[in-house]
């Protein structure tokens, strides 16, 4: 019996792997950025219309604020502000909207990417195939699984 737990023990497979760097290295990676950036600049436009707006009524209010009465101070102040909250919510539901659409870009790609791994990892026999990004030591006899995953996913 003890002879024999030695030889289990070395019969097992352990790869590593940068998931990160596989990921960044994707073409389907770049596809997402490429459609990222369209979102990102239509939200970034309508932005910066409503502070150009949002500026322009500013300067017609201090450049009027002198002759105005009270009544009208109070109903152009309420005007800006009620603007000024509106730029506001704009922003926070474009951040979001671009973190869920991201998020739904990228799911896929996460996911062929853990697929492609598992495919290599039970056609060549690994016990696990760790994340090298979360590993503190790599030993010098560790199997790199980067190769064959990128083979698997068709990258060169």
């Known amino acids: 019996m003890m002879l024999v737990l030695p030889l289990a023990v070395s019969a097992q497979k352990f790869g590593h792997i ?12 770049n596809q997402v950025k ?3 950036d369209t979102i990102n ?25 002198a002759t105005m009465a009270d009544a ?5 102040q309420q005007e800006l502000q009620e603007m000024q909250q509106r730029i506001q919510l704009f ?3 474009a951040e ?11 799911t896929p790609v996460h996911e062929k990417m853990t697929k492609a791994i598992k495919a290599v ?3 060549e026999g690994y016990t696990y195939i760790f994340d090298s990004a979360a590993m503190v030591h790599v030993g010098a006899d560790a199997i790199d699984a980067t190769p064959a995953v990128k083979k698997e996913l068709g990258i060169k």
């Open 18 to 29: 940068n998931t990160q760097e596989l990921f960044a290295q994707m073409p389907e990676v």
């Open 34 to 36: 490429l459609k990222m």
């Open 41 to 65: 600049n239509q939200y970034e436009s309508q932005l910066a219309m409503m502070q150009e707006e949002f500026q322009k009524k500013v300067q017609d209010y201090q450049a009027q604020e």
């Open 72 to 76: 009208i101070k109070q109903i152009r």
């Open 91 to 93: 922003y926070q539901t």
């Open 96 to 106: 979001q909207d671009i973190s869920r659409k991201q998020q739904e870009l990228l």
């Open 121 to 123: 990892g039970e056609r």
